[in-house]
């Protein structure tokens, strides 16, 4: 055997998946035990003795992990929102502040503003493409993390992720990169220069709708391991740990995420360009689109575009809502990253929370999660639907 590396998928079916040594099941079994008995005191059998301490299962899933991002250290959480929590509390201190996106996830901002700004950690929301004001704010002492989406939720804006890299180091702030849209298939925010990396594993990773997780990836130069080692303290020291069963399902998720997102990467295109120009449509946001403002430098940080894809309604508010609620297949629900397509009104439900502030999104957006269905059938709800305006 050659000794190059392996290509993404072959990490994603074979990293932390060894043949049982037992049995010799080729799927790994998952673990439910919450202790393990030593071989005497303090004689550990590979280092595990309480469940939230570690657990196979889950380490399994964070190997998996780490070798997708192109990073060594991955702490798996039961949730994306757990995650970021971890960051935070882990990395930063009372009296310091994050520098982040003005169209950052709902949840994320409101995380930080509720719960984080209570505990003296605050926040300053911008737009990242003003890279005068990102690197003004950074100058400040107190500004110690920059927290960039790319492509951002859901107004699909792209963020230059190595000059945003360049410019917190030169400030000594770390860069943190949410990688849920693009999925590590698609773009690997450490080697262009992002210190952590954080996932709802809840969308395209676990990518079935049926497992909620999260997950933040370290790279392998010094200063990541510091910074890991205070992430694993969190993570053990917390507990908001995945459970063995949650953890199975993600790593089953991940085993497929190449072919999956490589068929919403199409079919998202498809989508894009067929209702560019569209009568009923005022603009499409797409980053795979070359009049997306974006375009160029998706094409040079990401493998492709992904399978979100944003459209503003000509007929505003009304149309919005009642497109929303008239397709068969693009099912109305939150969240994304499933085989299956859904269609959601911001405004209303995942973007709910920051109604009124900065954050706010345009009441006309509708944001698809375009799945992995036949594309003509996803076509053709979408015009019948557009049709019954
Ligand atoms: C869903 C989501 C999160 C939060 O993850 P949960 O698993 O819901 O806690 C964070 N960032 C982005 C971009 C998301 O879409």
């Known amino acids: 055997m050659s000794d190059h590396d392996p290509g993404f998928s072959t990490h994603a079916i074979h990293t932390g998946q060894e043949v049982d040594q037992v049995f010799g099941a080729v799927v790994p079994p998952i673990h439910f035990s919450t202790t393990y008995a030593p071989d005497g005191i303090g004689n550990l059998r590979n280092g595990y003795d309480y469940g939230r301490a570690g657990n196979p299962t889950r380490t399994a899933l964070q190997t998996q992990l780490a070798a997708l991002e192109g990073g060594r250290h991955a702490f798996s959480f039961g949730s994306g929102l757990a995650a970021e929590d971890a960051i935070i509390r882990g990395l930063m201190r009372p009296g310091q502040r994050i520098v982040m996106g003005n169209d950052a996830y709902g949840g994320?901002?409101?995380?930080?503003d509720k719960i984080h700004s209570a505990w003296g950690v605050s926040n300053t929301p911008l737009d990242l493409s003003d890279h005068e004001r990102v690197a003004s704010e950074l100058e400040h002492n107190d500004a110690t993390l920059l927290w960039v989406e790319t492509p951002s939720n859901p107004l699909m804006a792209v963020t230059d992720i190595a000059a945003l890299a360049e410019m917190a180091h030169a400030n000594s702030a770390l860069l943190v990169v949410d990688n849920t849209f693009a999925t590590p298939y698609l773009q690997q925010p450490l080697r262009l220069g992002a210190d952590v990396v954080v996932h709802s594993t809840t969308k395209y990773i676990g990518g079935h709708s049926d497992v909620v997780g999260g997950a933040a990836v370290l790279g392998s130069d010094a200063g990541a391991a510091d910074l890991a080692e205070k992430i694993a303290f969190q993570q053990f020291a917390v507990g908001a740990v995945s459970g063995p069963l949650d953890a199975y399902l993600t790593t089953r998720g991940?085993?497929?995420?190449?072919?999956r997102m490589d068929r919403h990467c199409s079919n998202a295109q498809t989508i894009a360009e067929h209702f560019d120009g569209?009568?009923?449509?005022?603009?499409v946001l797409y980053p795979g689109l070359a009049s997306h403002p974006g375009h160029e430098l998706a094409a040079t940080q990401m493998r492709s575009f992904g399978g979100m894809v944003s459209l503003q309604l000509a007929g505003g508010e009304p149309a919005a809502r009642k497109v929303a609620e008239a397709t068969k297949y693009f099912i109305l629900a939150e969240s994304?990253?499933?085989?299956?397509?859904?269609?959601?009104?911001p405004h209303e439900?995942?973007?709910?929370s920051v109604r009124g502030t900065e954050l706010a999104v345009p009441v006309n957006l509708l944001r698809l999660s375009v799945g992995i269905e036949d594309v003509a059938d996803l076509v053709d709800d979408l015009e019948q639907s557009l049709a019954g305006l």
Do not use: D, W
């Not at 569209?278 to 603009?283: F, M």
């Not at 439900?349 to 709910?352: F, G, L, R």
């Open 108 to 112: 994320t901002f409101r995380l930080f």
């Open 254 to 259: 991940l085993k497929t995420l190449g072919v």
């Open 278 to 283: 569209h009568p009923a449509i005022e603009r």
């Open 336 to 345: 994304l990253g499933g085989v299956e397509s859904l269609m959601n009104y």
């Open 349 to 352: 439900m995942t973007h709910a």
